[in-house]
């Protein structure tokens, strides 16, 4: 009964962050199975189950605060289905050790730009509004249904920075398209991990605890991404990422840094990010009125 209550806190906590800032929810509930012994197959598929069910949810209360644009729903997330089933497929024989720094090299550098950008400049105005297009998506949903299937998440952390850094698409809503295709990717996912390993090793009442936080905390992730200045969310989402992947680096057989060396290495991260969001705050509320007329604008040209 304990464990089922500590993965019923870990799905609305998970959920709260993804549906706020556009991920986490299946990188926070995987290491949670892998560490009580879940094989990262059975893992996977456990979270992609939990995650039909709190991506619904989540993507109805994202549309009903006006923070989905259906059009790159359907360019991103068909896309991220058929890689998403065939990660999910492949995951038992795939090395996914090599992979992993490589990827959070990359998402690194995202990171550091969407953190950089915001936190410095706000939110990016030249491309707002313009239309993101298909041969920029296609293949990011490609890639980033494939990581989440195969690393037990990643939808998020390879989906919102991408279409952050283009500028094309404010950050409530490039959070709200990403949290509501991902529904699409866990429904392929999840059938992709009954071919590839069957029902037998998931279990039905971890799934059940995992989907009643997601439930929960979904509409209220979607209302505080309403209410949370762009250019706070920016720096926010920005720091996530590169702790995130930094972490990720630091104990990779790459670098392999001792504890020391870590911790030490997220104090300095922690620190800045709680500088960058100050500053952020602050920035916004001297320019809160330009902001809000800007953010108008843009909604007008996308609708």
């Known amino acids: 009964m304990r464990r089922l209550l500590l993965l019923a806190l870990v799905g609305l906590g998970a959920q709260l962050v993804d ?3 556009g991920m986490a ?4 509930s995987t290491t949670l199975l892998l560490a009580i012994g879940t094989n990262p197959a059975a893992a996977s598929a456990t979270v992609h189950l939990a995650e039909i069910g709190t991506t619904l949810v989540s993507g109805v209360s994202h549309w009903r605060f006006g923070n989905v644009d259906w059009r790159v729903v359907v360019k991103i997330g068909v896309p991220g289905a058929v890689g998403a089933f ?3 497929t492949f995951l038992s024989g795939l090395d996914t050790a090599t992979a992993a720094p490589l990827m959070s090299i990359i998402l690194l550098v995202l990171g550091l730009y969407v ?3 915001f936190t410095t400049l706000g ?3 030249g491309n707002l509004g313009k239309p993101l297009r298909k041969r920029f998506l296609a293949p990011l949903g490609v890639v980033a249904g494939f990581v989440d299937a195969t690393g037990g998440g990643g939808w998020g952390p390879v989906g919102t920075p991408a279409i952050l850094a283009s500028g094309r698409l404010e950050p409530r809503k490039t959070i709200g398209s990403i949290d509501t295709s991902e529904f699409l ?7 992709g991990f009954f071919v590839g390993i069957g029902s037998e090793q998931i279990n039905v009442t971890w799934v059940l605890a995992l989907l009643l936080g997601g439930v929960i905390a979904a509409p209220i992730a979607a209302w505080l991404v309403r209410h949370i ?10 720091g996530v990422i590169i702790l995130t992947n930094v972490r990720t680096l630091l104990r990779s057989d ?7 060396v870590r911790y030490g290495v997220y104090a300095v991260i922690y620190v800045i990010w709680a500088a960058a969001l100050a500053y952020s705050i602050a920035q916004y509320r001297g320019h809160r009125d330009e902001d809000r007329e800007i953010i108008a604008e843009s909604a007008g040209k996308i609708s």
């Not at 990717?185 to 059938?191: D, E, H, K, N």
């Open 254 to 260: 790459w670098i392999d840094a001792p504890d020391a």
């Open 115 to 117: 953190f950089i950008r």
């Open 25 to 28: 929810y299946g990188v926070t």
């Open 229 to 238: 200045p762009p250019r706070v969310l920016g720096s926010a989402v920005g």
């Open 123 to 125: 939110l990016p105005r």
């Open 86 to 88: 065939a990660g999910a």
């Open 19 to 21: 549906g706020s800032l």
């Open 185 to 191: 990717v866990a429904i392929a996912a999840s059938i």
